[in-house]
Nanobody, 115 residues
Framework: QVQLVESGGGLVQPGGSLRLSCTAS????????MGWYRQAPGKKRELVAQ???????DYADSVKGRFTISRDYGKRTLYLQMNSPRPEDTAVYYC?????????WGRGTQVTVSS
């Protein structure tokens, strides 16, 4: 099974920027979709952004215009560029990759938005 490792989380000030990375231990070129989810304390895990095999993207309304999802097949890496983060974006962010018969999750990386 392909393992996913997130990195890039940490403390960021409101209005700053942060880039999350998710590196896979194996190929992701055949994945149907890849995405970023987040879970804040006391809340359910929610989809933040996803990108399909065809390159189509989808974003949660709360992050549209501020976050950008992208991928690099050569580096086996998924990215989430977070611009102008807000305190309500504070959460553990998880990487997700879906194939036809398999779904993999990373262990998550904490993002805290605070001044």
């Amino acid at each position: 099974q392909v393992q996913l490792v997130e990195s890039g989380g940490g403390l960021v000030q409101p209005g700053g920027s942060l880039r999350l990375s998710c590196t896979a231990s194996g190929s992701i070129t055949s994945a149907n979709a890849m995405g970023w989810y987040r879970q804040a304390p006391g809340k359910k895990r929610e989809l933040v952004a996803q990108i399909t095999i065809g390159g189509g993207t989808d974003y949660a309304d709360s992050v549209k215009g501020r976050f950008t999802i992208s991928r690099d097949y050569g580096k086996r890496t998924l990215y989430l560029q977070m611009n102008s983060p807000r305190p309500e974006d504070t959460a553990v962010y998880y990487c997700n990759v879906r194939w036809s018969a398999l779904t993999s999750w990373g262990r998550g990386t904490q993002v805290t938005v605070s001044s």
